[in-house]
C-alpha cells in the first residue's frame, strides 16, 4: 500500500511558477509510473502529466506542454511537477497518482491505483 501526500500549492500571479511535490510512503515507488492530474471546479478530473518508472520517459497533456516538468527522484520516493507560466485556466487542485503495474502512462484516471488527497493551486489573472 502506498500513500501519496502532495504539497507545495498555493496562490499565484498569472505567469508566475509553483512547484509540487508528492511524497511517497509505504513502499518505493521506483518501480510505478506516477502522474499528476488536476480537477477544476465543475470540470472532470484531466491528465496533466506523467512520467515512466525508469523516469526517462514523460508525457504532457498539450495544455501543459513548454510550461510543466514533471520529474522524479526514487532515492526520496519522491515526485514533483514545476509550473511555470502559469495562467488562470491552471487553476485547480492537483492530484499525485501512481500505478504500480509497468504498463505506460495513461490518460484515463482510472488506469491509477493510489492516489493523493491533492493541493489547491490558483493561479490570479
Known amino acids: 500500500q502506498v500513500q501519496l501526500v502532495e504539497s507545495g500549492g498555493g496562490l499565484v500571479q498569472a505567469g508566475g511558477s509553483l512547484r509540487l511535490s508528492c511524497a511517497a510512503s509505504g513502499s518505493t515507488i521506483s518501480s510505478y509510473s506516477m502522474a499528476w492530474f488536476r480537477q477544476a471546479p465543475g470540470k472532470e478530473r484531466e491528465f496533466v502529466a506523467g512520467?515512466?518508472?525508469?523516469?526517462?520517459?514523460?508525457l504532457y497533456a498539450d495544455s501543459v506542454k513548454g510550461r510543466f516538468t514533471i520529474s522524479r527522484d526514487n532515492d526520496k520516493n519522491t515526485v514533483s511537477l514545476q509550473m511555470n507560466s502559469l495562467k488562470s485556466e491552471d487553476t485547480a487542485v492537483y492530484y499525485c497518482t501512481a500505478d504500480p503495474r509497468r504498463l505506460g502512462i495513461f490518460y484515463d484516471d482510472r488506469e491509477y491505483e493510489y492516489w493523493g488527497q491533492g493541493t489547491q493551486v490558483t493561479v490570479s489573472s
Open positions: 512520467i515512466m518508472w525508469r523516469g526517462g520517459s514523460t
